[in-house]
């Protein structure tokens, strides 16, 4: 098992930045891909980054593009999402998620709040 531990979420004005933290352990050997989803309310949840854990291959949506960048410390177990030029509708409750295959994600975090004011 892969336990995921989110941080740095928090309220911000439209146009600010923050950095979010995901916090890996346990069996994260077995870990192929990392990856930030987001679900905001009344909506489904989206996927937002991902990077290889192995390489430093990225995948971004669209709507982040430009703005959003995601990183990994594989010392530290960590993979990192920051986040530029906020805009109100970035705000979300973003999740960690980790594949031990493409196509899958196995495991996920708990969560943490992004609110975006205008």
């Known amino acids: 098992q892969v336990q995921l531990v989110e941080s740095g979420g928090g309220s911000v004005q439209a146009g600010g930045s923050l950095r979010l933290s995901c916090a890996a352990s346990g069996r994260t050997f077995s870990v192929y891909n990392m990856g930030w989803f987001r679900q905001a309310p009344g909506k489904e949840r989206e996927f937002v980054a991902s990077i290889r854990w192995s390489s430093s291959s990225t995948s971004y949506a669209d709507s982040v593009k430009g703005r959003f960048t995601i990183s990994r410390d594989n010392a530290k177990n960590t993979v990192y999402l920051q986040m530029n030029i906020l805009k109100p509708e970035d705000t979300a409750v973003y999740y960690c998620?980790?594949?031990?295959?493409?196509?899958?994600?196995?495991?996920w975090g708990q969560g943490t709040q992004v609110t975006v004011s205008s």
């Open positions: 998620a980790g594949a031990v295959r493409l196509g899958t994600w196995n495991y």
